[in-house]
């Protein structure tokens, strides 16, 4: 239990202390009545029961079909199935979690290299394994859709050549998460992938505070306006080389931490845990990276809530703490989000109206292609304020710039699979209390990263976007984790 670390038992004391004396008092009886009622009126809704119930989850597997069948057989007859015989190649899953796992301080093209073998090994051994049926993937077919529109708005560009390799890297990228999400057979496997994922992104927090320490790494003059932010003298990047794009990483890591913290047995690692969380939250903070402290902010009402609704009690004491704690510096950084006299939010805005100026001449039905190159051969003609940029800033924008409207549309639809598979989860009984920390955190950390996609092209950064698809694919894992082998990590 948490009782047995000194620090977070007395931790654990006082908000137990805080929570009962709320509890007893006549406002907590009544909040505890109207969250009670709220929740019978969400689990009886006809539309709650309907978006918690997909078709596409009923189906368990998908047999074999007559193409694999046949494949098997060719890759028999050349006796492949003794050469690959316990063969390193034939661990899917070793070689799809080093991609994982490297991706946030490995080049982008090693990382694009591992999940191509992650992806190949996978292949190698559905034929290696004839009988072997796959588990139904409740966002496949959104992926295909998308990564399809995108092969189009791809070849389609106003750029072909500059369109080319950004292409290509995300196409590798999206079909990746297919691939990861059919790697992983075990429980074990999902636990010791996300336990590294967060080991990996205390990490890069700890060499990002190093940074701000030391005042190591590149720093851009167009990332805090010296004006109205002259305290603010260094922003972390760690390994991502961007504040942002750090603080979208980290969006997604911090929720899986909490996730392993309170779902841990041992106070040893239950501690660990707590200074994981503790390391990338302090990163965060030095990122100064408003949508990305927005996107947490979001992620941690959704954590919270779908753990236990009644924690909307403490929700005014820990704003009240922070808001005590933090420095005066983060607290003015927060409180001007939305306030156009800072130039870096005045930029975003330009961009915004000339990205939409751009789209409404025609290119929202197509878009312009893929990449900055491409983006770059139209754009100047509408853009404000000659406002020089390398995309729009905006993630829903962008996807419309690279494949029209119609990519949009598919992600939209990606994103509702998503979460209608971890809702109908969540609202399974009988579940493992670890399965249901994963759902949240996984359901969580996506949210705060689509709201920081708002004011920032989360796809600019490779490792990023491939970070966000394997996300989305171990969501869908843990969906089914209860349904999971009790098997090691070497299958």
């Known amino acids: 239990m948490i009782r047995e670390s000194l620090i977070l038992g007395t931790l654990w004391y006082v908000l137990g202390k805080i929570w009962n004396a709320l509890a007893r008092s006549p406002l907590g009886r009544g909040f505890d009545a109207a969250c009670r009622w709220v929740a019978r009126q969400w689990r009886e809704s006809v539309i709650v029961g309907w978006f918690c ?32 015989a316990g063969s390193i190649f034939l661990q899917s899953f070793v070689w799809c979690s080093l991609s994982v796992v490297a991706a946030p301080f490995a080049p982008t093209m090693a990382v ?16 290696h394994e004839r009988e072997r049926a796959l588990s139904r993937d409740p966002i496949a077919a959104p992926v295909l859709v998308y990564a399809g529109i995108y092969l189009v708005g791809m070849l389609t560009s106003v750029d072909v050549r500059g369109s080319l390799l950004t292409g290509v890297v995300t196409l590798a990228f999206i079909l990746f998460a297919l691939a990861l999400y059919h790697a992983i057979e075990t429980k074990t496997q999902l636990d010791a992938l996300t336990a590294l994922m967060v080991t990996v992104g205390a990490a890069v927090s700890c060499y990002g505070i190093l940074q701000y320490r030391f005042g190591w790494g590149y720093q851009s003059a167009a990332w805090v306006d010296e004006e109205m932010f002259s305290a603010i003298g260094f922003r972390v990047g760690s390994t991502m080389e961007n504040p942002n794009m750090l603080g979208q990483y980290l969006t997604l890591m911090i929720p899986l931490g909490g996730a392993k913290l309170l779902s841990s047995k041992g106070w040893r690692r239950r501690l660990y845990y707590f200074a994981c969380c503790g390391v990338m939250c302090v990163c965060m903070i030095l990122t100064f990276s408003r949508g990305a402290w927005l996107g947490l902010l979001f992620a941690g009402v959704l954590f919270f809530v779908a753990l236990e609704p009644r924690l909307l009690f403490l929700v005014p004491l820990a704003l009240l703490a922070l808001w ?36 409404r001449d025609g290119y929202w039905l197509t878009g312009v292609g893929p990449g900055t190159d491409a983006f770059n051969v139209v754009y100047p003609f509408y853009s404000y304020d000659a406002s020089v940029a390398q995309h729009s ?8 710039c690279d494949a029209g409207v119609a990519e949009l549309i598919a992600f939209l639809w990606l994103i509702l699979r998503f979460y209608r598979a971890l809702g109908a989860a969540l609202l399974r009984g009988g579940q493992e209390r670890a399965s249901r920390l994963l759902q949240i955190a996984f359901a969580s950390g996506t949210l705060g990263f689509l709201a920081q996609a708002m004011t920032d092209y989360s796809f600019y950064n490779y490792r990023v976007m491939f970070l966000f698809w394997a996300y989305l694919a171990l969501g869908m894992a843990s969906a089914r984790r209860d349904a999971l082998g009790e098997g090691g990590v070497f299958v």
């Open 324 to 359: 005590s704690v933090l420095p005066d510096t983060v607290v003015e950084r927060f409180a001007s989000i939305g306030n156009l006299g800072d130039r870096s939010t005045s930029y975003r805005v330009s961009i915004w109206l000339g990205t939409l100026a751009m789209l």
């Open 393 to 400: 800033h905006n993630l829903y924008l962008q996807l419309i």
């Open 112 to 127: 694009l290299a591992l999940s191509l073998v992650g992806c190949a090994s996978l292949l190698l051994r559905l034929l």
């Open 53 to 84: 119930s997909p078709r596409v989850l009923r189906g368990e597997t998908v047999a074999p079909g007559r193409v694999r069948t046949r494949c098997c057989s060719l890759y028999q007859r050349l006796r492949l199935d003794r050469l690959f």
